[in-house]
């Protein structure tokens, strides 16, 4: 698919998600699909390094909340416009990705993966400690009265959400496609290998882990407006982990596709849950569709897709 | 406000803490350091255990420790049944980093929502007669709720020691991690080996939940902190090294206990693994890594 | 010859991803309108922390909907409560409400359990100007300043300082009159609100504070702590702790031989069936915090029905076998929504909260009166110090005698015994 053609499809959803808001009224649309954007861009980002690379990222929370923190702390300071919040929150959470790579990426993979959570840890007891932003007393963080051009600030965040969500999947869908991504995708398969045929595996791997960390902030920047009410245990959330590690599980973890696929089914999935079935069982079904899907669907989604096409051609 | 005293009482608290914690992690170090597994789900494992012995308390009215022993057969085959699945699943086909990660993650979860399902989100307790009592050293007070947690694990240390250098089975299990072709030529099956090294790593976390209830009151998501420390004290014990383990988790206790008596018990959790990203950094291998 | 290019394998799965999203939307249409019940809506914590009270809140709540519906309703009509787990978290509150709002159609909402979960569910209640009663969340509205919040948490107009309040000036009634004060509080909101106010207390009261550091909530081990409090010799120690913490610390302070002249505070956890058993004498000295004991000073109509109701559904269901803590406020919350709903003669959410406002309710819990701010007019956190429990049992607990009521004066059921010490045996 050219990339124009999908220049041509971003916009267009970007139009038709404003238009929507004009029209809908109804806000519980908005908060839910906003929550099924941000994972969308948190498992694309987390892909990058997980799916592309092969080093799994425990600590997806540590840059989601770096980027939630920075924005608090200058809507606080400040009162910074809505754009460098997101700058901000990109920039500091992806020097936190070069930080860590640089520490911990010439090391085998499953010591990146712990140092990640260690690092979540280490973060989370900082921001507790960190009176500025109220430490485990949490941080109001009063949503502007008025947003130009939207009805209410709800809206606004939904086309934020759209727009980030797109320029996220346009971020992997080049990757995927330059050098970077054929140097991951070689790094991945065996990376003494790629070393041994010139591939600068440190540098792309700094590359990947920045570029992941810097989405993860981004996505994470709006969240203090979002629920107006923050502290460390939310932001940390340990579901922002999980979650950003299983949707490209079950989406897939070769293609911008997959993560694609993984947060809207299984974000959907879960905000469906909360407010239907909305009980432990909840916890347990996303416990069980992951384990499922890695015994019989290895590929992800895409996976399958892929094979029953392939059979249906032959 | 320092003094000899607290400093003392900080460091012995510390060495009592970290044992529980070498207890908890043997398992991690056999399954991880030796086998390669990441067995994420290892705490959670604990937490069964930890309400196996609830069950055995309330119910049946035996001592935690006794009621964790008893489930140590159940959980060897549990091990078991995980091993052969996670074999068949994913070791054999070279998938197992990402995949069996994620495998695990799941079983985190499927452990965790049917304790929660099954006991609800009360604190549970264990009743035992020498819960609250206190052994007096000198000028040592020595709380036993800490001192036979200590002291279990200590044995179990020990015993895993001497199993691994001392028993054919033992070393075999130190040799699949070396070398798979050199052992088959001995006539093990690295398999059967990996799945008895990986069943002893799972039994140990009954005895392990046991000895947790003991020390302060569970519910089911309790084992998610506990994910964290256990590795890094595998890490920072070096891979596969029981000795290791145990020095790392002593280690790791006094350094949390001097920090919190100190500095602010705010700041235990981040100095620990502050420590690890540093060890990470410096020196992966561990301390006494190979 | 045109050959037709059939859209590419990527362009089918985010049609089909798309296609599958949008049905599972339609599974969450609303349902036909009823125009017979009126819905009360609302999200609790049934999973996640504090699932514990959550669970037990939702009891009392749902006892609170059949009493009014076998006295004929609100208005008439029928009452049916609409709820959702919000899993103590935050993230859900917006998306549950929303939901419960513009899809569900309910006429009233009411909080869930916490500050975590009320906070959130601020922006929304504030801008479609409902009025709002909110269970247990420690001064949530001083950020707002929503005239229709009402907070069923007896702490009193000055929540922060008024929390800790009584545990000082009993404290300060005592002769000797103590010097020092050590404070430990866990790292979370509710805890570090607490210590807050305790400082702000100590100052006012002239007490040095010798002792002031947080933990972190999965600390396994207190002796470390508890031994560095001792080492600076307080008279005074006011902790602030959640249930698992309360115990590490109760027990810790046992093992090395803590001998302040006042111990407890603000321990969430010994108002709980489950430790009281676990500590049992072990809690015999302790001052601390409650909202309601069964001691004869606290009869409040209605309120030996409700509890003796409660704990029939309570055994066997996982949640807190006594019911002292949150359920009799559970309840309470929603007789005040009723009670206002009957005075207005309708939803009018503005003629409600000016209701709730301007006038005092009759409820489980006692006669309630809202301040400006939305919180209690008068303080009515209690401090009780548990006195000769001897064993393990639960009977111990379940009537009067075992807690006596310290402060404030006009709920006293009995006197305090000083210092600690005296009072452990």
């Known amino acids: ?314 | 406000m320092f003094s000899l005293d607290l400093l003392t009482d900080a460091v012995v608290a510390g060495i009592l803490l970290g044992g529980f914690y070498a207890a908890v992690s043997l398992g991690i170090t056999l399954a991880f350091g030796l086998l390669d597994i990441v067995n994420i789900a290892h705490p959670a494992f604990v937490i069964l255990g930890a309400y196996g012995a609830y069950v055995g308390n309330s119910r049946l009215g035996l001592d935690p420790i006794v009621a964790g022993l008893l489930g140590m057969p159940v959980f060897f085959l549990l091990g078991i049944v995980v091993y052969r699945v996670y074999y068949a699943s994913f070791e054999k086909r070279g998938d197992e980093s990402l995949r069996g990660l994620v495998f695990f993650f799941g079983i985190i979860f499927i452990i965790e929502v049917s304790l929660l399902l099954q006991y609800g989100v009360d604190y549970r307790s264990v009743d035992a007669a020498y819960v609250s009592a206190t052994l007096e050293l000198g000028p040592i007070t020595l709380p036993f709720r800490l001192a036979i947690p200590f002291a279990v694990a200590l044995g179990l240390t020990l015993l895993l020691h001497l199993f691994l250098s001392r028993t054919f089975w033992g070393r075999a299990v130190k040799a699949v991690s070396q070398d798979h072709l050199a052992l088959r030529l001995m006539g093990a099956s690295p398999v059967r080996v990996k799945a008895l090294a990986f069943a002893i790593a799972i039994a140990t976390t009954s005895l392990a939940g046991a000895l947790l209830i003991m020390i302060g009151p569970i519910e089911p998501s309790v084992g998610r902190e506990y994910i964290g420390r256990v590795f890094a004290i595998a890490v920072l014990g070096g891979m596969g090294s029981i000795g290791g383990t145990l020095a790392a988790s002593l280690i790791l206790g006094v350094l949390e206990s001097l920090t919190s008596t100190f500095y602010g018990p705010s700041w235990a959790l981040a100095v620990s693994f502050g420590i690890l990203l540093v060890v990470l950094a410096v020196r992966p291998a561990g301390l006494f890594g190979r | 010859m045109v050959r037709h290019r059939r859209p590419g394998i990527r362009t089918r799965i985010i049609v089909m991803a798309l296609i599958a999203t949008f049905a599972l939307w339609g599974a969450t249409a609303p349902a036909a309108l009823a125009a017979g019940p009126i819905k009360i809506g609302f999200g609790m914590a049934l999973t996640g922390a504090l699932a514990g009270n959550g669970k037990a809140a939702l009891i009392a709540m749902q006892m609170w909907a059949e009493d009014v519906n076998k006295k004929g309703g609100l208005l008439g009509r029928k009452v049916e409560l609409v709820y959702y787990d919000d899993q103590t978290k935050p993230a859900t509150v917006p998306g549950i409400y929303t939901k419960l709002l513009d899809v569900d159609k309910v006429d009233l909402v009411v909080s869930g359990y916490g500050t975590n979960v009320i906070a959130p569910a601020m922006p929304i209640v504030m801008e479609r100007k409902l009025a709002f009663v909110t269970l247990f969340g420690m001064a949530v509205n001083e950020k707002f300043n929503y005239p229709y919040y009402f907070q069923i948490m007896p702490t009193g107009p000055e929540p922060l300082t008024d929390w800790s309040k009584g545990f000082f000036e009993v404290a300060m009634k005592q002769s000797p009159k103590p010097k020092t004060v050590a404070i430990a509080a866990a790292d979370s909101e509710f805890a570090q609100n607490a210590a807050a106010g305790a400082r702000q207390n100590a100052k006012k009261y002239g007490l040095r504070i010798v002792y002031d550091k947080a933990y972190p909530p999965p600390t396994a081990d207190f002796t470390p702590i508890v031994r560095a409090i001792q080492a600076t010799n307080p008279d005074l120690v006011y902790v602030a702790s959640y249930p698992p913490d309360s115990v590490g610390m109760i027990r810790a302070a046992h093992e090395v031989g803590l001998k302040p002249r006042m111990f407890g505070g603000g321990m969430v956890g010994p108002q709980y069936a489950s430790l009281q058993t676990a500590l049992g004498p072990l809690l015999n000295g302790i001052v601390n915090y409650h909202f309601f004991v069964p001691e004869p000073s606290l009869k409040f109509p209605g309120i030996d029905a409700f509890l003796k109701t409660y704990q029939e559904r309570a055994s066997g269901a996982g949640v807190d076998q006594l019911g002292y803590y949150l359920p009799p406020f559970a309840y309470a919350y929603l007789q005040i929504l009723g009670q206002a709903v009957e005075a207005t003669k309708g939803l009018d959410q503005k003629k409600i909260g000016e209701y709730i406002r301007a006038n005092t309710f009759d409820t489980v819990v006692g006669k309630v009166k809202f301040a400006p701010n939305g919180e209690w007019a008068k303080t009515r956190v209690l401090m009780v110090q548990f006195q000769g429990i001897e064993s393990s049992d639960l009977s111990q607990f379940a009537g009067p005698g075992r807690r006596a009521v310290l402060y404030p004066e006009e709920w006293k059921s009995g006197s305090i015994v000083y210092p600690y010490e005296k009072a452990k045996r």
């Open chain 1, 1 to 314: 698919m050219s990339g124009r053609v999908l220049l041509a499809v971003a916009v267009a959803l970007v139009l038709a998600a404003v238009a929507l808001t004009r029209v809908l009224e109804n806000q519980y649309y908005y908060f839910a699909t906003y929550v099924i954007l941000q994972y969308v861009v948190l498992a694309t980002a987390w892909n990058i390094l997980g799916g592309y690379t092969g080093y799994v990222n425990f600590g997806s929370a540590a840059f989601f909340a770096t980027g939630a923190y920075t924005a608090a702390v200058l809507i606080k300071a400040v009162a910074a416009p809505f754009p460098v919040l997101l700058a901000a929150g990109g920039l500091v959470a992806g020097l936190l990705g070069l930080g860590i790579g640089y520490l911990t990426l010439r090391l085998r993979g499953v010591f990146f993966a712990i140092a990640t959570l260690a690092l979540a840890v280490v973060l989370q007891t900082l921001v507790v400690n960190w009176g500025y932003v109220g430490g485990s007393r949490g941080i109001y963080t009063l949503r502007p009265a008025r947003v130009p051009f939207f009805d209410n600030y709800v809206e606004f965040l939904f086309v934020v959400m759209v727009v980030l969500a797109l320029g996220a999947l346009a971020t992997a869908w080049w990757i995927e496609r330059s050098w970077i991504g054929r140097g991951l995708v070689a790094i991945r398969d065996n990376e003494e290998a790629a070393e041994c045929m010139g591939v600068p595996t440190l540098r792309l791997k700094l590359v990947a882990t920045t570029v992941s960390g810097a989405l993860m902030g981004v996505a994470g920047a709006p969240f203090p407006y979002y629920l107006t009410y923050m502290e460390p245990t939310s932001a940390f959330n340990l579901d922002y982990a999980i979650n950003s590690l299983a949707m490209p599980m079950i989406g897939g973890t070769t293609t911008w596709v997959g993560p694609l696929v993984g947060a809207v089914l299984l974000g959907a999935a879960q905000q469906v849950a909360t407010v239907t079935i909305s009980s432990a069982l909840n916890l347990l079904i996303v416990g069980l569709v992951v384990v499922a899907f890695v015994f019989l669907a290895p590929e992800g989604i895409v996976g399958l897709f892929r094979r029953w096409r392939a059979r249906a051609r032959a």
